[in-house]
């Protein structure tokens, strides 16, 4: 069973930077697909950010140009920096790793952007 942790949240002013990190007991190898998602109160989950397995990566359009995801191999640990946040990134952010048959979600950390 994988186990995916989150870390690096917090509370931030607008304009600011955090860096989001997602600590995999599995081999990141062995996922075809992991990304970022969030959810804010009275919304639903959606996808901030995508990598598959070649390093091809995706973005919702509201992240563009403002948050970059990344991947070491060598500690299993995927990222997320968030450049430039806004009040509207506010959510818990959680990261997924999926696998042909299996899906795997963290437990979610939250974000706080102030105005």
């Known amino acids: 069973q994988v186990q995916l942790v989150e870390s690096g949240g917090g509370l931030v002013q607008a304009g600011g930077s955090l860096r989001l990190s997602c600590a995999s007991s599995g081999r990141l190898f062995t996922f075809n697909f992991m990304g970022w998602y969030r959810q804010a109160p009275g919304k639903e989950r959606e996808l901030v950010a995508g990598?598959?397995?070649?390093?091809?990566?995706n973005y919702a359009d509201s992240v563009k140009g403002r948050f970059s995801i990344s991947r070491d191999t060598t500690k299993n640990t995927m990222y997320l920096q968030m450049n430039s946040l806004k009040p509207e990134d506010t959510a818990v952010y959680y990261c997924?790793?999926?696998?042909?048959?299996?899906?795997?979600w963290g437990q979610g950390t939250q974000v706080t952007v102030s105005s």
């Open positions: 997924k790793a999926s696998q042909i048959t299996k899906q795997y």
């Open positions: 990598i598959t397995i070649s390093g091809t990566t």
